[in-house]
């Protein structure tokens, strides 16, 4: 099976500006997270999608928001950039993999975002 | 919220040298799982720890689940170069299985 996709993978952006990040999962899979990473906070949950709708939120502004598709794939917009959005969001599809406690995450290769 | 934490941030080994990372929770957790990111890439999942006290090995790693399932550890025998990268265990919020508060990493420096 083909891997986590995202696109695109490098981008620079003004602040100010808007970004959409995309999202193509595993086939087969209908949970969509995503993360953002820094140096100094971490992997932080920014939200899950399953079947279109948001099924988790992270603790985010509303800046930042996503959707997904009816074949999975996700989005996600983050509006009005400040210089502390530059990070590495990453995306990972997921598996349940022990009912009903766990699901195994799949990441993406993640899109780093710079914003100057 | 929920918070995980992990120890040591930072360790520089020896090849050859063992290694072992601890990740600790305040509250009781249903299960926990284990990633590893190289330097570079993104997380890839190692394996998940459901029962109290588990053990669970994959060659050179030894991963152990808490009795109290409140911790877990990851320990590597005879680390090599390719074992270079951040360890992070990640556990699932109460009520919501998919979602994952990731510790903060351990990074694994190995030298020759």
């Known amino acids: 099976k083909a891997g986590v996709t995202q696109t695109p993978r490098y981008l620079i952006k003004t602040r100010g500006q808007q970004v959409t990040l995309s999202c193509s999962p595993i086939?087969?899979?209908?949970?969509v997270s995503w993360y953002q990473q820094t140096p100094g906070q971490g992997l932080q949950f920014l939200f899950e999608?399953?079947?279109?709708?948001?099924?988790n939120k992270g603790n985010f502004p509303g800046r930042f928001s996503g959707r997904q598709f009816s074949n999975s794939r996700s989005e996600m917009n983050v509006s009005t950039l400040e210089l502390g959005d530059s990070a590495l969001y990453l995306c990972?599809?997921?598996?349940?993999?022990?009912?009903?406690?766990?699901?195994?995450?799949?990441f993406g290769p993640g899109t780093r975002l710079t914003v100057t | 919220g929920q918070q995980v934490m992990q120890i040591p941030q930072y360790q520089h080994v020896q090849e050859g040298e063992d290694f072992t990372t601890y990740c600790n929770s305040s509250?009781?957790?249903?299960?926990i799982q284990w990633y590893k990111q190289r330097p570079g890439g993104h997380p890839v999942f190692l394996i998940q720890?459901?029962?109290?006290?588990e053990v669970k090995k994959q060659k050179r790693l030894t991963f152990q689940f808490g009795e109290a399932k409140k911790n877990s550890s990851l320990h590597i025998t005879a680390t090599q170069t390719t074992d270079v990268g951040t360890y992070f265990c990640a556990a699932p919020s109460a009520g919501t299985a998919s979602k994952l508060t990731f510790g903060t990493g351990t990074r694994l420096q190995v030298t020759l």
């Open positions: 990972a599809s997921s598996v349940m993999i022990a009912y009903p406690q766990a699901y195994e995450q799949y």
């Open positions: 720890l459901v029962k109290s006290g």
């Open positions: 509250t009781t957790l249903s299960n």
């Open positions: 999608y399953f079947s279109e709708t948001q099924r």
């Open positions: 086939s087969g899979h209908r949970s």
